[in-house]
């Protein structure tokens, strides 16, 4: 996500799309060409991502009123029309995946139902290959890049972070992909993160964890003028 004036948005989407220009092939458990700029595909990525931060920012400590998540939820379909996409566009490619969305509707999702509408409509389709397992893998349990002391430092703590982040996948999804679901676990990883993100935050380490590992969204942050 790009937080920026209308051009160079726009820029950074034509960037995007070039790169995902070349990322084409066939779906080796359907058969259908692939190509990472179907429209349906598309939206699916971002609403998925979107909701997942907002998810994330309520389990963890986050209180919005109804009229923030409803601002948050309606920028998601202006940023999904930047990216291209138009409900027309999307409609004819969920056709091409057998997945069947209300033809009257003349805009992209935009409010938390919405989003819940659209997952429904497509939960028939979803599926777990060796690559799914892999990029889960590769999230979950990530391999430090380097052996310096800070790089180590910070991998030691994210098994824990790890857990926090399996807390927040669906319950069903996490089946589907043979990812362990206890309910109490949980609510104890939860109960930790959120410890975890107050003690951070009162001790001032929060802004230095925050400009190391987000140094783009830490610069909007601090432009934005947000404590």
């Not at 994330?56 to 919005?64: M, Q």
């Not at 397992?133 to 703590?157: C, G, M, N, Q, Y």
């Not at 949980?186 to 380490?205: K, M, N």
């Amino acid at each position: 996500v790009v937080f920026a004036d209308s051009d160079e948005v726009t820029g950074a989407n034509l960037r995007l799309n070039r790169l995902h220009q070349r990322i084409v092939g066939t779906d080796p458990m359907t058969g259908m060409a692939y190509s990472a700029l179907d429209p349906y595909l598309r939206l699916g990525t971002q609403i998925n991502t979107w909701h997942s931060v907002y998810y994330a920012y309520e389990r963890l400590g986050g209180r919005p009123t109804l009229e923030q998540e409803r601002e948050f939820f309606a920028q998601s379909a202006i940023a999904s029309e930047e990216m291209g996409l138009t409900p027309d566009d999307v409609r004819i490619a969920a056709e091409r995946h057998n997945i069947h969305l209300a033809p009257d509707v003349d805009h992209l999702p935009s409010t938390r139902e919405e989003y819940r509408e659209a997952w429904a409509a497509g939960r028939h389709g979803v599926c777990v290959n060796a690559q799914t397992r892999s990029a889960l893998e590769a999230i979950l349990r990530p391999a430090a890049p380097d052996r310096h002391p800070w790089t180590l430092a910070k991998f030691a703590v994210y098994p824990m972070i790890g857990r926090v982040a399996l807390a927040l996948i669906p319950t069903d999804m996490r089946r589907t992909v043979g990812l362990p679901a206890s309910p109490v676990g949980d609510a104890v990883a939860l109960a930790g993160g959120r410890v975890a993100i107050t003690v951070l935050q009162r001790t001032g380490l929060w802004d230095a964890l925050f400009k190391d590992l987000c140094k783009d969204a830490y610069e909007v942050k601090q432009a934005a003028g947000q404590p």
